[in-house]
């Protein structure tokens, strides 16, 4: 990329280009480029002989292989990434000079990158598990990382407690079990004798933590932030993503099974919906606190076990991020991407949390022994679009070569260049909040209340919302095997609320509470996911058809729902195309061998007058397993057929019609816009 060129949305995309390399209708060459005319057969002494050391081919070929794998990430080691755009609607300077936050003209590149937390970089992906959101802001004035999570709180409050954490929900040392799971001693032993992760845990138990898409589930920055104007007035701030489609989640069995299913769901979620063109969009929001009201709040603005509720400090949407393009290559740029909170811009700036300032150290300690050194910041995932000078040399894997004589500062053989500048011409300046206080290892009062918020997230939940929440409760410490820890966290969760601690102390054959209960009477509606946006965009049906099936009226329906940005996959007892009794015919995407309910927002039981009883069976199965998931169910002519009729025919989000199509179409499109009906009884 050439530096001096204006930066635009594709500043970063025109930048990677340069790194390219298209291996295709290419000649095969060792890495020093010399032409190879043997890659099957190693230099050995007569056919049947030793394999000779000279075979330099031979021995490059096998050591590049040896040396693939680097650390995955301690945490986060699961990820997906894609390449996308940032745009402010207005300008943002009243509150900060950031400059890719003034004008609604210009288009920032961003790459973000999604994960889950606990599990290694091969493990399953609709785990109950928080996800990270991570963006890095390719800006005009250097890369801003935005490293948030899908949770707008966090477990512990001081960074000094993060390995701690970390050992404890990470599989337990002795057999290495469970992966990428929380149900286990150790993480709940935490729980209990580190009551402030409270408010995260009814966080980490509710539908949050299993979302049906990346593209469905909010982000945030967690900590409080910084925003500094040109006159260097300064608020504090928290950033929220929201997504355009509303948030989303999963139910548990269905994740379960997913995970078994398609581990790679949410990655071929992403990839597929970029690769379509149905771009993922995220409105970038911000809560803003001026100084003067630091202390006005019943929470500490410092703490980040707290969220400010919205009603009290509304979100003010800002701008719109739409991830556009999928990586070439996952290891390049998703592996190799580091991000860390301290890469900020002129105009945003750090508080004194002090999980936020521990993490302040961490993010480039780690990226030292991932990425091998100190020079990851040249890969050109992680390149800014921005020029770069400084008087940083040598270390392992050096790509630049600075030209010259000088690598220090200051100097007169160089003018004293690369020089610093002042604040006036972009030089980041510190935020000079005055400090005051003494050495100590202690906590503030104000960081004491572990329990209101977390009562006021159990106030805020609908009922399924509430009953998800008692049934992982259940879940999680009916898979761990000590007494007193079940008890220890029985006790603790009746200070958040005693219906819930009596509910799952049963479920687990624990003491109910015999004291606690909140004063906390307090509710955020922003909280409850039964309050979000329900579109039919993106959702997927799955389509199932026999031989025979009413040709025109089903695509008829297909088309409909198509158009309202449904995705229709069909699925049959055999791939190929399936025939209609008029000659239609419809490609066949699954059989009910390659794919299962779970993998759909809806089934659609569409009709085929020539089925075998086994096609039945499978057909029943698929429509069961979706009603039980509480998912939208439509149903045509001999389609009527393969569901229990009796059980379903009036439960909510159940379409059943043969007369008129396009009413049936459109009540089976709003049935799945609904994204779940959780007021259906469930056969038991
Ligand atoms: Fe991280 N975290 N973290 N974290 N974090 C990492 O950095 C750490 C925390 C988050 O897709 C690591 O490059 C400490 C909060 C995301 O590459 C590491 C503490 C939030 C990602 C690290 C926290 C996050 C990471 C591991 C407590 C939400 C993945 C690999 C003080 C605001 C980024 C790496 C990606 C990754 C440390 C807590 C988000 C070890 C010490 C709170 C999204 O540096």
């Excluded at 745009?87 to 999604?114: C, I, W």
């Excluded at 799971?181 to 004798?193: E, I, K, Q």
């Excluded at 399924?464 to 009916?478: M, R, V, Y």
């Excluded at 509710?523 to 039919?536: C, E, G, R």
Aim: net charge negative; aromatic share 10%.
């Amino acid at each position: 990329m050439n530096n001096k060129g204006k930066m635009n949305e594709n500043s970063k995309n025109e930048q990677l280009e340069q790194f390219r390399v298209r291996d295709e209708g290419e000649k095969l060459t060792t890495n020093q480029g010399l032409k190879v005319s043997e890659d099957e057969f190693s230099l050995k002494a007569g056919e049947r002989g030793p394999t000779l050391m000279e075979d330099f081919h031979f021995r490059e070929k096998m050591t590049h292989f040896d040396h693939e794998r680097i650390p995955e990430r301690i945490v986060h080691a699961r990820g997906f990434a894609a390449h996308g755009e940032f745009e402010v609607y207005e300008s943002m300077k009243k509150y900060t000079k950031a400059k890719f936050l003034q004008d609604p003209s210009v288009k920032t590149p961003v790459f973000v990158r999604f994960s889950t937390v606990a599990g290694s970089r091969g493990s399953a992906e609709t785990v109950r598990d928080v996800r990270g959101f991570a963006t890095k802001f390719y800006t005009e004035e250097g890369n801003y990382d935005l490293v948030g999570n899908n949770i707008p709180v966090f477990f512990i409050q001081d960074a000094i407690k993060f390995p701690d954490l970390i050992h404890a929900v990470k599989p337990e040392p002795h057999n290495e079990i469970p992966q990428a799971a929380s149900a286990h001693d150790t993480f709940w032993d935490f729980v209990a004798n580190n009551q402030e992760s409270a408010h995260m845990v009814m966080w980490h138990l509710s539908d949050r933590a299993i979302p049906r898409s990346f593209r469905m589930m909010e982000g945030f920055g967690v900590h409080t932030f910084r925003l500094v104007n040109e006159e260097g007035k300064a608020h504090f701030v928290k950033f929220h993503w929201k997504p355009v489609l509303g948030v989303h989640s999963l139910v548990w069995d269905e994740a379960q099974k997913i995970a078994g299913k398609d581990p790679d769901f949410h990655r071929r979620d992403l990839w597929e919906s970029i690769e379509g063109g149905l771009f993922p969009e995220y409105e970038l929001g911000v809560q803003l606190i001026a100084e003067e009201d630091e202390f006005s709040f019943d929470f500490d603005v410092l703490d980040p076990t707290k969220l400010w509720p919205e009603e009290d400090v509304p979100v003010k949407i800002i701008g719109k991020m739409t991830l556009n393009r999928n990586v070439d290559n996952v290891f390049a740029e998703t592996e190799q991407v580091a991000f860390h909170p301290g890469h900020v811009v002129p105009g945003i700036d750090f508080t004194n949390d002090p999980l936020l300032q521990g993490r302040l150290f961490s993010y480039t300690d780690t990226q030292l022994l991932r990425l091998g050194g100190p020079n990851f910041h040249e890969l050109p995932i992680n390149r800014p679009v921005c020029p770069f000078h400084n008087n940083q040399r040598d270390g392992f894997g050096r790509q630049t070569i600075n030209v010259g004589q000088v690598s220090y500062h200051k100097n007169s053989l160089a003018s004293n260049t690369p020089a610093p500048v002042s604040e006036d011409e972009g030089g980041y300046v510190h935020y000079q909040e005055k400090v005051e206080g003494r050495k100590v290892q202690s906590r503030s009062e104000s960081f004491k209340d572990h329990f209101s918020q977390a009562a006021m997230f159990w106030n805020s939940m609908s009922e399924p919302e509430k009953e998800h929440i008692i049934d992982a409760f259940s879940f999680e410490l009916g898979k761990v095997k000590s007494k007193s820890v079940q008890q220890q966290v029985v006790d603790m969760f009746a200070n958040v609320s005693v219906e819930l601690a009596t509910a799952f102390a049963l479920a687990i054959g624990a003491m109910p509470p015999q004291k606690g209960g909140s004063q906390v009477t307090k509710s955020s509606p922003a909280l409850s996911q039964l309050n979000t946006k329900k579109l039919p965009n993106t959702r997927k049906v799955g389509v199932i058809i026999g031989t025979d099936f009413k040709g025109e009226d089903v695509l008829n329906v297909c088309n409909a729902l198509i158009a309202e940005g449904i995705q229709v996959e069909v699925i049959s007892d055999k791939l190929g195309n399936q025939k209609a009794f008029d000659g239609t015919e419809l490609k066949v995407d699954h059989t009910f061998l390659t794919c299962d309910s779970v993998l759909f927002d809806a089934i659609y039981a569409a009709g085929g007058k020539g089925v075998s009883q086994k096609f039945k069976e499978e057909a029943a199965y698929f429509i069961q397993e979706a009603f039980s998931h509480y998912k939208a169910i439509g149903a045509t002519f001999e389609g009527k057929n393969w569901l229990q009729e009796e059980v379903m025919a009036n439960s909510p989000g159940v379409v059943i019609e043969d007369q008129d199509m396009s009413v049936f179409a459109q009540n089976f499109g709003q049935a799945i816009s609904a994204h779940r009906h959780w007021n259906r009884q469930l056969v038991k």
